[in-house]
């Protein structure tokens, strides 16, 4: 599979965006539960998306599943302790990004987000 690298403005101020709003989340909204547990959960997917698409050119369907085949594996290493495994224990970071618990409605979340991101890329092509 060859891979085709052309920078999208575009998807990239999309990501940049995203990312404010899930520093913002982090931050400012902390103590508003359902946003913290739940909406940033699903911007997440959204990230690592445009993220990706700023970058590559790839099927969005097929990245898509890839970013949700990808975040259930993150979920389910928390599981196992993954990060604290990774030697991350005391590194806040680390510990932010790659998790520390797992939960079925995380899953759920980045099922959502994916979802979210199927129907805005079919909405697109029409």
């Known amino acids: 599979m060859k891979i085709n690298f052309k920078f ?6 999309i990501a940049v965006a995203i990312f404010l709003v899930e520093v ?12 913290r547990a739940y909406l940033g959960d699903v911007f997440v997917v959204m990230l690592m998306y445009y993220f990706i698409k700023a970058f590559i050119e790839i099927n ?17 290493a928390q599981y196992f302790h993954f990060a604290e495994l990774l030697g991350f224990k005391d590194n806040r970071l680390m510990m932010i990004v790659l998790g520390n618990s797992f ?19 079919k909405i697109k092509s029409e």
């Open 103 to 121: 939960s079925w409605i995380d899953i759920l979340c980045y099922f959502a987000g994916c979802v979210i991101l199927f129907l805005l890329t």
């Open 24 to 35: 913002l989340i982090a931050t400012k909204l902390k103590d508003w539960f359902f946003v």
């Open 60 to 76: 969005s369907t097929k990245l898509i599943v890839g970013i949700f085949i990808f975040s259930c594996l993150i979920e389910f």
């Open 8 to 13: 999208n403005l575009k998807n990239f101020l």
